[in-house]
């Protein structure tokens, strides 16, 4: 006698369970593939939106620093140009030294007789245009001014009768030496 067990229904059951629970572990594998996907996105937008906010600082600083650094660009010139003007007026400050030592040494120089009628000063070059009595006055200015310590030796340039007097005009050149 022989016994026969069918075990089909019984296989068949643990094959249909087996495969319920493939799916539902496929289908919560894929939920929780989609949660961790969802997740990850999320941190990689909260990253990136914290990166922006940094970048956004850092552009305003910059901004910040680049005005800072147009002003102080401005300050630097103002600063150049006070400097240029500083020389410019210490320049006329020591030319308008030189120019009044200039009228104080042709002051004390003049030779009784004499008048002058123009002088022109161009850097320490000065020619002077002068009328005397005579010879003998155009003489003695020459060596007045000669023995001024703030004037060099004069070049006599032309002497000629003045027709409107009986004076002698005479020119002459000189160096204005350094007080």
């Given at each position: 006698m022989s016994i026969t067990i069918n075990l089909l229904p019984w296989r068949?059951?643990?094959?249909?369970?087996?495969?319920?629970?493939?799916?539902?572990?496929?289908a919560a594998m894929l939920?929780?593939?989609?949660?961790?996907?969802?997740?990850?996105s999320q941190?990689?937008?909260?990253?990136l939106a914290a990166q922006q906010q940094r970048?956004?600082?850092?552009?305003?600083?910059?901004?910040?620093?680049n005005a800072d650094i147009?002003?102080?660009?401005?300050?630097?010139?103002?600063?150049?140009?006070?400097?240029?003007?500083?020389?410019?007026f210490q320049a006329l400050q020591a030319e308008r030294a030189h120019t009044v030592q200039l009228f104080n040494d042709v002051a004390d120089s003049v030779a009784n007789g004499v008048v002058y009628q123009r002088l022109s000063k161009n850097g320490d070059s000065v020619s002077v245009t002068a009328v005397a009595g005579?010879?003998?006055?155009?003489?003695?200015q020459l060596r007045r001014i000669a023995s001024l310590p703030g004037l060099g030796v004069p070049s006599l340039s032309a002497v000629e009768s003045d027709p409107n007097s009986i004076g002698r005009v005479f020119r002459f050149d000189v160096e204005q030496t350094a007080p």
């Open positions: 068949d059951v643990q094959r249909e369970r087996r495969t319920r629970q493939f799916y539902a572990v496929l939920l929780l593939g989609v949660v961790l996907g969802l997740l990850v941190l990689y937008q909260f990253k970048n956004a600082a850092i552009n305003d600083h910059i901004e910040r620093l147009a002003g102080v660009s401005r300050y630097q010139s103002d600063a150049e140009q006070l400097t240029e003007q500083i020389a410019v005579n010879e003998r006055q155009v003489s003695e």
